[in-house]
């Protein structure tokens, strides 16, 4: 049954991105619509950044991961090396747990 559930979830995914390819042709968008596409796509990731950083399941992360998430960023926003930014943020969310702050 799990195998079944597995192949039809594959199946459908690939259908459904197969269908992009094929029907880029037929399909005609709008101009509005096409310079509104990146901007959703990017509040589509910001809001999955967001929900990522500041929910651990369905209740509140506290404020160790939000601090890391934060501090990586900005080391981001500067440039930094991503072992740098990666080794940053997960000292400083494990410094905040284990002075307490959960």
């Known amino acids: 049954m799990l195998i079944a559930a ?16 094929l029907l880029r042709d037929r399909l005609e ?3 509005s ?3 509104m596409l990146p901007m959703a796509a990017t509040a589509l ?3 999955l950044a967001g929900t990522a950083a500041l929910m651990a ?16 960023g900005l080391l981001a926003w500067q440039k930094a090396p991503f072992v740098v930014v990666v080794l940053a943020a997960a ?3 494990g410094l905040l747990r284990l002075a307490g702050v959960a």
Do not use: C, H, K, N
């Open 91 to 93: 000292a400083v969310a």
């Open 57 to 72: 399941g369905s209740e509140f992360a506290g404020l160790a991961r939000p601090a890391g998430v934060l501090v990586g």
């Open 45 to 47: 990731l910001t809001a």
């Open 33 to 35: 619509l096409q310079r």
């Open 29 to 31: 968008l709008s101009d």
């Open 6 to 21: 597995i192949v039809a979830l594959a199946v459908g995914t690939y259908a459904f991105r197969l269908s992009g390819v």
